[in-house]
T-cell receptor
Framework: QQQVKQSPQSLIVQKGGISIINCAYE??????FPWYQQFPGKGPALLIA?????SEKKEGRFTISFNKSAKQFSLHIMDSQPGDSATYFC????????????FGEGTQLTVNP | AAGVIQSPRHLIKEKRETATLKCYPI?????VYWYQQGPGQDPQFLIS???????DKGSIPDRFSAQQFSDYHSELNMSSLELGDSALYFC?????????????FGPGTRLTVT
């Protein structure tokens, strides 16, 4: 059973548009929520992360919105560029599980020029 | 900045053979994690180590074992390889128990079992 559910599975956006990827979780013991970007054959690269005591965090064109009561969080990529085309994974950490990360299923983002 | 180093980057083995994957964490990082990623799938946690002790265990087959050494590097030993073990294996490192709990991933080892 997937503990972190991610949607959509794939997303196509025009250059300059906004890409939005959503994740939901059930385990209230999760205490840290990172987003990773992965290009084919490469390792996941940490993009941005948030703690549940914060509702929003912005770094450059990337913003995480976090809704603790709904147990949902999302990644917004502003002014999307073709170079952003990659697979994006949300993840969650549980301290009592030794800090392992549990990943969502991933979203394949394509930004058309 | 120094990143996580993994070797080898590519490995081809036959069924029933053994394989050893190595991971060198970011300098000063004391915790190492191993993840397995199948084609088109999300990374799945295998095992982690802090200060040479196993800190957590996930869906790691009994045929696999791992350890962390005094210099903090880690090795994942895989025996009796099966076709289904073909995957990308990632190592990640972090500082134990310290916010912001960031885990940095290496470039991975692509294991192909024929």
């Amino acid at each position: 059973q997937q503990q972190v559910k991610q949607s959509p599975q794939s997303l196509i956006v025009q250059k300059g548009g906004i890409s939005i990827i959503n994740c939901a979780y059930e385990n209230t013991a999760f205490d840290y929520f990172p987003w990773y970007q992965q290009f084919p054959g490469k390792g996941p690269a940490l993009l941005i992360a948030i703690r549940p005591d914060v509702s929003e965090k912005k770094e450059g064109r990337f913003t995480i919105s976090f809704n603790k009561s709904a147990k949902q969080f999302s990644l917004h990529i502003m002014d999307s560029q073709p170079g952003d085309s990659a697979t994006y994974f949300c993840a969650a950490r549980e301290e009592t599980s030794g800090s392992r990360l549990t990943f969502g299923e991933g979203t394949q983002l394509t930004v058309n020029p | 900045a120094a990143g996580v180093i993994q070797s080898p980057r590519h490995l081809i083995k036959e069924k029933r053979e053994t394989a050893t994957l190595k991971c060198y964490p970011i300098p000063r990082h004391d915790t190492v994690y191993w993840y397995q990623q199948g084609p088109g799938q999300d990374p799945q946690f295998l095992i982690s180590f802090y200060e040479k002790m196993q800190s957590d265990k996930g869906s790691i087959p009994d045929r696999f074992s791992a350890q962390q050494f005094s210099d903090y590097h880690s090795e994942l030993n895989m025996s009796s390889l099966e076709l289904g073990d073909s995957a990308l294996y990632f190592c990640a490192s972090s500082l134990w128990g310290r916010a912001p709990y960031e885990q940095y991933f290496g470039p991975g080892t692509r294991l192909t079992v024929t």
